[in-house]
C-alpha cells in the first residue's frame, strides 16, 4: 500500500475546517468479549444468569468507534471507576490522513 501523502494548505479557510474536524466527539466502546448466542437463550436471561465467554481474563480488551477497532488495552482502576490503558493503537493508514499546516513540496 502506497503512503499517504498529508494534506497540505495555506488556505485559512480549509485550516478551520480541519480544525473544526478535530472537534467532532465520537461514542467509543470498551468491547469486553462477544460471542453469537440464540434468540431462545437470550429469552431466558435473568438476573443471576451467567454467560461465559471463551475470551481469558488477562486478554487485552477493544476499543472501538464505529464498529471499527482502533486500540487494544488493559482495564485499569481509576479511584472507584475503571479505565483502559491503551497498550496498542491498530494502523489503519487508509482511514487515517495527517493535516498539516503550510505548503507542500509540490502543489496544494
Known amino acids: 500500500m502506497a503512503a499517504t501523502k498529508p494534506l497540505t494548505t495555506n488556505d485559512p479557510a480549509k485550516m478551520n475546517f480541519w480544525k473544526s474536524l478535530l472537534r467532532i466527539e465520537a461514542e467509543v466502546h470498551v468491547t469486553l468479549a462477544q460471542q453469537p448466542v440464540p434468540v431462545d437463550r437470550v429469552l431466558q436471561f435473568v438476573p443471576g444468569v451467567m454467560i461465559q465467554f471463551e475470551k481469558s481474563c488477562d486478554a487485552p480488551l477493544a476499543l472501538e468507534i464505529d464498529g471499527q477497532k482502533i486500540a487494544e488495552g488493559e482495564v485499569v482502576k481509576v479511584g472507584d471507576k475503571f479505565g483502559l490503558?491503551?497498550?496498542?493503537?491498530?494502523?489503519?493508514?487508509?482511514?487515517?490522513i495527517p493535516l498539516i499546516s503550510g505548503s507542500p513540496s509540490g502543489s496544494e
Open 85 to 96: 490503558r491503551i497498550t496498542e493503537v491498530c494502523e489503519h493508514a487508509e482511514a487515517w
